[in-house]
C-alpha cells in the first residue's frame, strides 16, 4: 500500500476486485503486477495503450507525468492537480471522477481505435519534455529558486 489505507474487511484491493467483479472478469487479459522495479513499471507504460488516472483532488502523481512521458494516453479524472497538467483533447482526456460509464467508454474507444490518439500521446510526451524535464527545467528552477532565497537571506 503507498497511497491510502488498506480495505477493512482484511483483504488486499486484488482480493476485493475480484469478489466484487466475479466473473465479468477475463482474468486472461488482466496482469497484477504488484510491486515492480522502475525499468519493469517503464516498460509496463511504454507498452500500455491506456493508463486510466484517477484521482480526487490530490497532486498529480509521478506515475501520471511517467505515464505521459512514455507516450501513453492517459485518461485522467477531471480534477484541478490533473488539469494542471493535461489538457482535454490536447495531450490526454479528461473525465468525471463519478461517472464510471462515461470512463469506460473513454477507455473502450481508446483500446478500440489506438492509432485516433497518437497526436494526444506525442503531445502528453511534448508537454513533459517540455515542462517537467528534470535537467533541463525543474532542477534549474529549483536551484534558481534556492538561489533567490539564499538572495534574501530566507
Not at 487479459?29 to 525499468?39: A, E, N, Q, S
Not at 462515461?102 to 473502450?108: F, L, M, T
Request: glycine residues 6%; positive net charge; charged residues 25%.
Amino acid at each position: 500500500m503507498s497511497y491510502g489505507s488498506t480495505p477493512k474487511d482484511g483483504l488486499t484491493w486484488r482480493q476485493q476486485l475480484l469478489a466484487e467483479l466475479g466473473d465479468a472478469l477475463d482474468l486472461s487479459r488482466v496482469h497484477f503486477l504488484g510491486k515492480v522495479p522502475y525499468r519493469t513499471f517503464l516498460s509496463v507504460l511504454q507498452l500500455s495503450r491506456v493508463h486510466v488516472y484517477l484521482t480526487y483532488p490530490f497532486v498529480p502523481s509521478w506515475s501520471m507525468l511517467e505515464a505521459m512521458a512514455a507516450g501513453c494516453l492517459v485518461i485522467g479524472s477531471r480534477t484541478a492537480p490533473v488539469e494542471e497538467v493535461i489538457c482535454e483533447g490536447e495531450n490526454g482526456i479528461l473525465v468525471d471522477f463519478f461517472r464510471p460509464g462515461e470512463i469506460a467508454a473513454k477507455v473502450i474507444a481508446a483500446l478500440s481505435e489506438p492509432r485516433a490518439f497518437d497526436a494526444l500521446r506525442m503531445a502528453a510526451r511534448r508537454t513533459i519534455v517540455e515542462r517537467y524535464d528534470l535537467k533541463r527545467v525543474c532542477l534549474p528552477r529549483q536551484l534558481q529558486l534556492l538561489e533567490e532565497a539564499r538572495q534574501r537571506g530566507v
